[in-house]
């Protein structure tokens, strides 16, 4: 079992940024994939970013050059900053993470980000 904690979420103008953290309960050292998904009202959640053991990620189009995920493997943590937000990305930002191994899949419960125009 992995529990993780999402921490950062708020509400900020267009144009400005925030950083989201993700904690987990226990060391991730052997978790293959951490990332950040969202989902605004009324839509599926999507994929925002991952970030493999390894140090490579990815993003989704619509961040691209806006987002960047990093993960602190000592501090058992995951970020997801983001800048020049745009109204369209409220939602509420889940953490996941994907286990070495067997592949087990963990959901944090959600931080609410809101950008106002």
């Known amino acids: 079992q992995v529990q993780l904690v999402e921490s950062g979420g708020g509400l900020v103008q267009a144009g400005g940024s925030l950083r989201l953290s993700c904690t987990a309960s226990?060391?991730?050292?052997?978790?293959?994939?951490m990332g950040w998904y969202r989902q605004a009202p009324g839509k599926q959640r999507e994929l925002v970013a991952t970030?493999?053991?390894?140090?490579?990620?990815n993003y989704a189009d619509s961040v691209k050059g806006r987002f960047t995920i990093s993960r602190d493997n000592a501090k058992n943590l995951v970020y997801l900053q983001m800048n020049s937000l745009k109204p369209e990305d409220t939602a509420v930002y889940y953490c996941n993470v994907v286990t070495g191994g067997l592949g087990f899949v963990f959901w944090g419960r959600g931080t609410q980000v809101t950008v106002s125009s």
């Open positions: 970030i493999s053991s390894g140090g490579s990620t």
């Open positions: 226990r060391s991730t050292w052997n978790i293959n994939i």
